[in-house]
């Protein structure tokens, strides 16, 4: 089982809002409403951002989206703010054989 | 607040054995799927194994079949990973996560224990 494809690095100024992006495949990504976003500061343990596609658990600020289309998810940070900088990692249900596949992970930068 | 404490990393020998736990609290253990995560020095994360709330089912991703043990003892609160015939490849900070409630995500996480395989 591949890892889910992200770009390794997305960047924005301020305010301003980003997109990414997160591709599997129909065995995964496209076959199931299950995909999570992990937000991942240097030295510390992950967080979820975004659980079923576009669901935020409590304490997660409304600025952080989620969606999908076909086999591509989405996570859109609107209003950047410099908290933000961090590395992002999307992952989905891929059924009871192999359960679970991470994305290889997104590097946000706070310009 | 939900709390998971990891601890048995270590620097072990390729080849070698070694067993993580978890400790587990302020939630209702039994009533949850739990999973181990890894994640190799400037890595992304990778799933490792899950274990149903009874422990009655259990999966692996391939790259560990045969060599990992997951299992869980309820009444002491508590995961485990046994590790063995361990390779330079399984050096990883590896991470307790309690999974979503009917779900599929990983809503809490423990702060991870290092395992280094080298000789």
């Known amino acids: 089982q591949s890892a889910l494809t992200q770009p390794a690095s997305v960047s924005g100024s301020p305010g301003q809002s980003i997109t990414i992006s997160c591709t599997g495949t129909?065995?995964?990504?496209?076959?199931?409403?299950?995909v999570s976003w992990y937000q991942q500061h240097p030295g510390k343990a992950p967080k979820l951002m975004i659980y079923?596609?576009?669901k935020r658990p409590s304490g997660v600020s409304n600025r952080f989206s989620g969606s999908k289309s076909g086999n591509t998810a989405s996570l859109t940070i609107s209003g950047l703010q410099a908290e933000d900088e961090a590395d992002y990692y999307c992952c989905s249900y891929a059924g009871s054989s192999i359960f679970y596949v991470f994305g290889t992970g997104t590097k946000v930068t706070v310009l | 607040e939900v709390q998971l404490v990891e601890s048995g990393g270590g620097l072990v020998q390729p080849g070698g054995s070694l067993r993580l736990s978890c400790a587990a609290s302020?939630?209702?253990?039994?009533?949850?799927?739990m999973s181990w995560v890894r994640q190799a020095p400037g890595k992304g994360l990778e799933w490792v194994a899950n274990?149903?709330?009874?422990?009655?089912?259990?999966y692996y991703v391939d790259s560990v079949k045969g060599r990992f043990t997951i299992s869980r003892d309820n009444a002491k609160n508590s995961l485990y990973l046994q590790m063995n015939s361990l390779r330079a490849e399984d050096t990883a900070v590896y991470y307790c996560?309690?999974?979503?409630?009917?779900?599929?995500?990983?809503?809490?996480w423990g702060q991870g224990t290092p395992v280094t395989v080298s000789s």
């Open positions: 079923e596609g576009s």
């Open positions: 996560a309690m999974e979503l409630y009917d779900s599929s995500a990983f809503q809490h």
């Open positions: 129909s065995s995964d990504v496209g076959s199931y409403n299950l």
């Open positions: 274990i149903k709330q009874d422990g009655s089912e259990k």
């Open positions: 302020g939630f209702t253990f039994s009533s949850y799927w």
